[in-house]
């Protein structure tokens, strides 16, 4: 039988395979077959790898992610010939599960970005429109789902990396709570704030993937117990309490199809029979970018001292050490990773760090606050995902805070801890635009709930136009 | 408002090991100072009652069984490095 990997969901693959009407090297190359014939214009993967044998179905991973004997760039050329020699725990998780790795998918280089165009090895191309980006710093993962490149993919989410992408190819991305996942075996960029989930064609894939890569890790002492994973049915919004954040629906940097798209998605909650009601989180938008992006470096420019040229990755040729060092990160990092190490250390800085870093973790409380209070009304918050469709690439590229603000809606939930769900919700201009669930932590069943509801009611094809 | 100048930028990125050529001096010197500008707003804030927050869970003291589990052997550790001499990590001499 002919497999369409466009719309081929995980859930139908595994039974396709379990009622052996195709074998599992029929499904691996089947996605191998698309990568061959569609990834040349996206640039979806970064390395792709050949079958190993098994029945497991296949899955891309995002290049931050350590795979023993599989090259691990992060996006950086001081990471260009490492190759891992142990793998990540989620990985070992999803091998345990039988598997198979399709390929390592691109990303801005050490997740540092919104569009995926800060790769040093070039940018990806969404699959909707290949003149836009697909998103970041995740683009790799979100567009070769959504190109029928895998059948669902592992990303990474510091901002908004996972979300956001999710929302421009217009698939469904889950950040989850901060502490289910183990990041042992990933490439840190900010460690209070890194969380590895699932990307997906649809929300029930999305639940078992996760349900595959949570859970506790002895090698990551940042993690907790999770709540087993319910897979969502049903469309019943009943009881169910959906509070809308005025700050987070009405900023003026959201497109009005953006928000026409979300306003549709808001009333189909109520039809399907939840309360929804209008709250604020005044500070939360208005302060989460700036104590983003002080915490964030900071925490970057102690993780990214370890690439020093010494023990792994690219090491400049010089006659004394300190100047190997200097000259191994000069020509080993991008301008994003160096303009975040010295935003980072500048603000860490003996005479500095009360006034930045101190006062963003103070800012970071505020934040936790505010949304701690409107879940003691709501069960879940909704906003736009991004407050933009895909744009074009090179855009932003020439200002970084332009590109910053990608990430206004997300930022703020990541801050504090908590888990996001995008799901797509409709299009605006021929482009998907992103709905963006956020519960309490380890409420992601919930949000697998809402998110499987409203997908259904909404009818979203997942298919880009033109590759239908 | 945050300013850097010239000699704080190189003094950072002294810090940070980072040896700027001179045209991404130029390039940086301007981007870093927007976003200084832009962070800087979390100074409007008064919060000196509010406690810091350094990690968004609710964790103390994670304890692990006291018990070996296999680790990388020496060939792996060594595996990637630029230079190696014996079971070392081979670097240039001097300096910091």
Same mark, same amino acid.
């Given at each position: 039988?002919?497999?369409?990997?466009?719309?081929? #969901?995980?859930?139908?693959?595994?039974?396709?395979?379990?009622?052996?009407?195709?074998?599992?090297?029929?499904?691996?190359?089947?996605?191998?077959?698309?990568?061959?014939?569609?990834?040349?214009?996206?640039? @979806?993967?970064?390395?792709?790898?050949?079958?190993?044998?098994?029945?497991?179905?296949?899955?891309?991973?995002?290049?931050?992610?350590?795979?023993?004997?599989?090259?691990?760039?992060?996006?950086?050329?001081?990471?260009?010939?490492?190759?891992?020699?142990?793998?990540?725990?989620?990985?070992?998780?999803?091998?345990?599960?039988?598997?198979?790795?399709?390929?390592?998918?691109?990303?801005?280089?050490?997740?540092?970005?919104?569009?995926?165009?800060?790769?040093?090895?070039?940018?990806?191309?969404?699959?909707?429109?290949?003149?836009?980006?697909?998103?970041?710093?995740?683009?790799?993962?979100?567009?070769?789902?959504?190109?029928?490149?895998?059948?669902?993919?592992?990303?990474?989410?510091?901002?908004?990396?996972?979300?956001?992408?999710?929302?421009? @190819?217009?698939?469904?991305?889950?950040?989850?709570?901060?502490?289910?996942?183990?990041?042992?075996?990933?490439?840190?960029?900010? &460690? &209070?704030?890194?969380?590895?989930?699932?990307?997906?064609?649809?929300?029930?894939?999305?639940?078992?993937?996760?349900?595959?890569?949570?859970?506790?890790?002895?090698?990551? &002492?940042?993690?907790?117990?999770?709540?087993?994973?319910?897979?969502?049915?049903?469309?019943?919004?009943?009881?169910?309490?959906?509070?809308?954040?005025?700050?987070?629906?009405?900023?003026?940097?959201?497109?009005?199809?953006?928000?026409?798209?979300?306003?549709?998605?808001?009333?189909?909650?109520?039809?399907?029979?939840?309360?929804?009601?209008?709250?604020?989180?005044?500070?939360?938008?208005?302060?989460?970018?700036? @104590?983003?992006?002080?915490?964030?470096?900071?925490?970057?420019?102690?993780?990214?001292?370890?690439?020093?040229?010494?023990?792994?990755?690219?090491?400049?040729?010089?006659?004394?050490?300190?100047?190997?060092? /200097?000259?191994?990160?000069?020509?080993?990092?991008?301008?994003?990773?160096?303009?975040?190490?010295?935003?980072?250390?500048?603000?860490?800085?003996?005479?500095?760090?009360?006034?930045?870093?101190? /006062?963003?973790?103070?800012?970071? #409380?505020?934040?936790?606050?505010?949304?701690?209070?409107?879940?003691?009304?709501?069960?879940?918050?909704?906003?736009?995902?991004?407050?933009?469709?895909?744009?074009?690439?090179?855009?932003? #590229?020439?200002?970084?805070?332009?590109?910053?603000?990608?990430?206004?809606?997300?930022?703020?939930?990541?801050?504090?801890?908590?888990?996001?769900?995008?799901?797509?919700?409709?299009?605006?201009?021929?482009?998907?635009?992103?709905? /963006?669930?956020?519960?309490?932590?380890?409420?992601?069943?919930?949000?697998?709930?809402?998110?499987?509801?409203?997908?259904?009611?909404?009818?979203?094809?997942?298919?880009?136009?033109?590759?239908? | 408002? $945050?300013?850097?100048?010239?000699?704080?930028?190189?003094?950072?990125?002294?810090?940070?090991?980072?040896?700027?050529?001179?045209?991404?001096?130029?390039?940086?010197?301007?981007?870093?100072?927007?976003?200084?500008?832009?962070?800087?707003?979390?100074?409007?804030?008064?919060? $000196?009652?509010?406690?810091?927050?350094?990690?968004?869970?609710?964790?103390?003291?994670?304890?692990?069984?006291?018990?070996?589990?296999?680790?990388?052997?020496?060939?792996?550790?060594?595996?990637?490095?630029?230079?190696?001499?014996?079971?070392?990590?081979?670097?240039?001499?001097?300096? $910091?």
């Amino acid at each position: 039988m002919t497999i369409d990997t466009l719309r081929l #969901t995980a859930e139908d693959a595994a039974r396709l395979v379990r009622e052996k009407e195709v074998s599992g090297a029929e499904l691996y190359a089947a996605y191998r077959a698309a990568i061959d014939a569609r990834d040349p214009e996206l640039h @979806c993967y970064l390395h792709v790898c050949e079958d190993e044998g098994g029945d497991g179905l296949p899955i891309a991973v995002k290049d931050v992610i350590g795979t023993r004997g599989i090259p691990t760039t992060a996006g950086s050329k001081i990471l260009e010939n490492y190759v891992p020699v142990y793998d990540a725990t989620v990985v070992k998780r999803f091998k345990s599960h039988g598997l198979r790795i399709l390929g390592k998918t691109n990303t801005d280089e050490f997740a540092m970005g919104s569009s995926t165009e800060n790769s040093a090895y070039g940018p990806t191309h969404n699959p909707w429109d290949p003149a836009r980006v697909p998103g970041g710093s995740g683009g790799g993962s979100a567009a070769a789902v959504s190109a029928g490149l895998a059948p669902w993919a592992l990303g990474s989410d510091t901002g908004g990396s996972i979300k956001q992408p999710s929302a421009l @190819c217009g698939n469904v991305g889950l950040r989850p709570t901060y502490g289910t996942v183990s990041r042992y075996g990933i490439v840190a960029f900010a &460690s &209070s704030l890194d969380q590895v989930g699932p990307v997906a064609r649809n929300v029930r894939d999305c639940a078992y993937l996760y349900s595959i890569i949570a859970g506790r890790d002895h090698c990551d &002492s940042t993690t907790v117990d999770v709540p087993e994973t319910v897979l969502p049915e049903g469309e019943d919004l009943t009881g169910l309490r959906v509070g809308v954040p005025t700050e987070f629906n009405e900023h003026e940097a959201i497109e009005p199809g953006v928000r026409d798209a979300v306003q549709r998605a808001i009333e189909l909650c109520r039809e399907l029979g939840a309360e929804v009601g209008e709250c604020s989180l005044p500070r939360s938008v208005e302060y989460g970018l700036p @104590c983003y992006y002080l915490i964030a470096p900071a925490e970057a420019s102690s993780n990214l001292a370890r690439y020093d040229g010494v023990r792994f990755g690219y090491r400049a040729h010089a006659e004394e050490r300190l100047e190997m060092y /200097q000259r191994t990160r000069d020509e080993g990092f991008g301008d994003e990773p160096k303009r975040r190490i010295l935003v980072g250390t500048y603000a860490l800085s003996a005479g500095y760090y009360e006034a930045f870093y101190g /006062q963003a973790q103070k800012v970071r #409380t505020v934040l936790i606050r505010e949304h701690a209070e409107a879940f003691e009304r709501f069960d879940v918050l909704v906003s736009p995902t991004s407050p933009t469709v895909a744009f074009e690439l090179g855009a932003k #590229t020439a200002n970084p805070l332009a590109m910053y603000l990608s990430d206004l809606l997300t930022i703020p939930s990541c801050m504090a801890g908590l888990p996001g769900l995008n799901i797509p919700c409709g299009l605006s201009d021929g482009l998907p635009v992103g709905l /963006q669930l956020i519960g309490p932590q380890l409420s992601e069943n919930t949000l697998f709930r809402v998110g499987h509801a409203l997908e259904q009611a909404i009818g979203f094809d997942p298919v880009p136009v033109r590759l239908r | 408002m $945050a300013n850097i100048s010239r000699e704080q930028l190189l003094h950072v990125a002294n810090l940070a090991r980072l040896e700027l050529r001179e045209e991404e001096l130029e390039r940086l010197e301007g981007q870093l100072n927007d976003i200084l500008a832009a962070v800087s707003k979390v100074s409007e804030l008064d919060l $000196a009652d509010v406690p810091p927050t350094s990690h968004p869970l609710d964790l103390v003291n994670v304890w692990d069984a006291d018990e070996p589990y296999p680790c990388l052997t020496v060939e792996e550790a060594l595996a990637n490095a630029p230079e190696r001499e014996g079971n070392y990590f081979k670097v240039p001499p001097g300096g $910091a």
